[in-house]
């Protein structure tokens, strides 16, 4: 593993976002069968960390009192469900930040816009996590914008095989809104790729 590069340095960043217990094994809106992302999560990691670049974990915290929760059922309450699954947790000790969102965009997770203006060496984004459909797309569009905004190049780029949304038979098909959600975030000017052996 090469020496970790600061933020400023950076030139690619992989955010892991809401692959938590409260998503992927227990609670109202989890949905176990997203796990079968992780083993695809996980060398996109091992490799991001080997060249010395930027991992950056987000997940969901609210409180019994986050407007989020008059829209979705009660969630993530910065307890358990809250906390990245155990197959992923072990790599939270080397990512750089680990951020606490209260809505469906981690763009706005505190201090997530300021570090961001930090990293002007920053080329490449790599998104990965749960939910394709939400959390993600949200995520993706609002990055692409804000980059946009403030005249930074950067790529953003999501591999299908590491993105999952929930699935609710006659409610939300998982099919239907993965494959919804990959034609809104490439008209957006994000890079669907099918794994990242399309782009390394």
Known sequence: MKERKNE???SEAVFLIDMNVGFCEKGKLADPTI???VPNIIPIIRTVLEKGEGLFVVNDSHTS???ELKRYPEHCLGDEESRTIKELAIYEEYANRLFMKNSTCALFAPGMMEM???MVNLRRVIIVGCCTDICIQNFAIALR???DEVNMDVDIIVP???VETY???SIHDRKENNERAYVVME???IKLVKNMKEVD
């Open 116 to 118: 961001l203006m930090e």
């Open 65 to 67: 009192n986050s407007v």
């Open 145 to 147: 914008n804000f980059f």
């Open 8 to 10: 400023k340095e950076m």
């Open 35 to 37: 796990k079968h992302i």
């Open 187 to 189: 008209n957006t000017g």
């Open 160 to 162: 299908k095989d590491a």
């Open 167 to 169: 699935d609710i038979p």
